[in-house]
């Protein structure tokens, strides 16, 4: 489960276990540099999957400069109706949340038969790209983009095509959003440039997805306004107004409009090509069949990571507890019963567990992070030093068997919040490297810029927040772009501090069970 969102996320109930029936009935786990899947799939197929996946990771992370290397762990599910009860709502075709304990995506083996478009056919991966583009373009620790970008170069990557010389063509229309493009309002230029700070309501949303994919194909595949986007982009994170920036990166802008109407119009869009001996991809990818243990807690796993609620967490570790007992010396299934009695909050069969696994592994850095968290629990029920002094010891072992890892830094800095104590300048410089490891997860991103608000660093408190702030997702009532215009405003520490506990973002912290609402979102 994610750090800063402890039994808060899903409200899934258990007999969302039973999942349609397999069709293969031999769980593989796939290896690449980026990415750890599991499927009921054939090898051949989960390795193909696979190594488009990195090839996409490589067309994005070259596009945008990311210089991150976190890794995501995905589980395809037979359906959308599983992928819905995963989410906890209706028709939902997938999603993917960047994580400081491991980034997570739950996307469905096939869908319903849908209309097949000018020549683009809905995937599974296309739901998947949709949102991992999201995850990189919050990768980038320097700049942010705002939400007409971020959703509309999401719709424009999502149906990046792969041909047989191993080249990527990105440009292709999303048939889901060409009727929204020619009706619905058809959103000016500038009233997509202030929709941040004039967020859309009820049905205008889609025009986030389908206008701003209009203006980022424009803008970045048509030949047109070349440098403009960027331009854009680097006016707004040096903090210039986003119409006065308009006005500047791309002139009169009613004149822009009729471009945009000129080209909507056309019977076709060009595309891109980029080249395979130009998109650097690791394409080595392992897979393996899954071992007894493995498959049979594989499904309880999957629950557990995507998120239980303080209703579920206990069934579902009732569930999966027979199966850790017939596999006592099985490593994976240890960490996952570990983890599921941890949530259910039995911290002693937790702790058990955690032992077992430390037994098999003693370098298994979950085993090390469990322990820290038991101790952490015990130490907030015995109001207890010495619990807190024993739980970063444990985090601080499992930091020093991977330094690149985010979550010891993230629970080191949560234990003095937790504790009522000013965090030293290590945990202050442990929270920022989180960040920096995996910016894409906004929960450590607002522990950072609290952070740097209490120490009176307000460009980097800024630069660390505005991602959040400047959401498709956050709506009109986004706590960190109210924080970030009373910045802009020119607010001291002192009020800027006073109005993060009226928003109440300023003790977000996973031991005392503080969460962020927005966190919870997926997109």
Known sequence: MSIGKKLAFVPLAV????????AHAEWH???????????????????????????????????FKVETDDQATIYYVPSMDDVSRLAGRANVGGFYRPDAQGSLAI??????????????????????????????????????????ATEGLAELFMSAQFDAAGNVIIGAPNADRSW????????????????????????????????????????????NRPGQFFKYINAINAGAPPLKAGEAAFGDLDAFDRELERYVRRSSFPSSKLSSDKVKTPTEVSVRTLGPG??????????????????????LAERARPV???????????????????????????????NRLLALDPKNIMGLVYKGRIAAQRAIESKDANGWREARRWFLQANKLDPNYALPFALYYDSFVAAGQTPPDAAITGINRAVVLVPADQSLRIRAGIAAL?????????????????????????????LIKEMDAGADKAALLAKAAELKIDKINEFTGIADDAAKKDS
């Open 29 to 63: 786990e796939a290896k690449s540099r980026h990415f750890t899947v599991f499927a009921d799939l054939p090898e051949n197929d989960l390795r193909e999957r696979t190594v488009k996946l990195e090839k996409f990771d490589a067309v994005l992370r070259g596009l």
């Open 454 to 482: 209490r120490a009176g660093d307000l460009k980097l408190s800024r630069m660390v927040l505005a991602p959040i702030a400047f959401t498709a997702h956050g709506g009109d009532k986004n706590p960190y772009a109210t």
């Open 294 to 315: 493995e498959a049979a807690i594989i499904e309880y796993r999957m629950i557990s990571a995507n998120g239980v609620t303080a209703k579920t967490a206990g069934p």
């Open 15 to 22: 007999s969302a276990l039973a999942f349609a029936a397999p």
């Open 107 to 148: 996307i469905p083996e096939r869908l319903p038969k849908m209309r097949d478009m000018e020549g683009v056919k809905p995937t599974p991966e296309r739901i998947m790209y949709h949102e991992y583009t999201h995850h990189m373009l919050l990768s980038n620790m320097g700049k942010f983009f705002p939400s007409w």
């Open 180 to 223: 929204a493009m020619g009706g619905m309002n058809r959103w000016t230029v500038r009233r997509l440039l202030e929709s941040d700070t004039n967020p859309p309501k009820g049905e205008e949303r889609i025009e986030l997805y389908s206008r701003g994919w209009l203006l980022c194909h424009y803008l970045l595949i048509s030949g």
């Open 324 to 354: 850790a007992a017939r596999y006592p010396d099985d490593v994976f299934v240890q960490r996952a019963i570990t983890e599921m009695e941890y949530d259910a909050k039995n911290y002693a069969a937790a702790d058990a567990a955690a």
